[in-house]
């Protein structure tokens, strides 16, 4: 079992930044990868970043690629989304999920086995 809690989501103005974390708990160790999705209003879920716990790996979708830098910090069993240059499409409750197999890409949400609770990350024009 693995427990991620989500936080730093908030009102931002566009052209503004927020920093996402991700605090994870439980069997950490065997975790392959940890990545983050979002879900606007009346829209399916889509990927956003994702990186491999051991090498730090990382991979974007085409739409945050240049604003969004997705870390993490092992001793801290942490990932942070950096998120710059916000735009109003931006806006979504943004999910931390954790991955134990890398048989599927990691862009899947089917790719994951467990999901937090969700932030909102609103961004006004």
């Known amino acids: 079992q693995v427990q991620l809690v989500e936080s730093g989501g908030g009102l931002v103005q566009a052209g503004g930044s927020l920093r996402l974390s991700c605090a994870a708990s439980?069997?950490?160790?065997?975790?392959?990868?940890l990545g983050w999705f979002r879900q606007a209003p009346g829209k399916e879920r889509e990927f956003v970043a994702a990186?491999?716990?051991?090498?730090?790996?990382?991979y974007y979708a085409d739409s945050v690629k240049g604003r969004f830098t997705i870390s993490r910090d092992n001793a801290k069993n942490t990932v942070y989304l950096q998120m710059n240059s916000l735009k109003p499409e931006d806006t979504a409750v943004y999910y931390c999920?954790?991955?134990?197999?890398?048989?599927?890409?990691?862009?899947?949400?089917?790719?994951?086995?467990?999901w937090g609770q969700g932030t909102q990350v609103t961004v006004s024009s």
């Open positions: 990186i491999r716990w051991s090498s730090s790996s990382t």
């Open positions: 999920a954790a991955g134990f197999f890398g048989s599927s890409p990691g862009s899947s949400p089917g790719a994951y086995d467990y």
């Open positions: 439980g069997r950490t160790f065997s975790m392959y990868r």
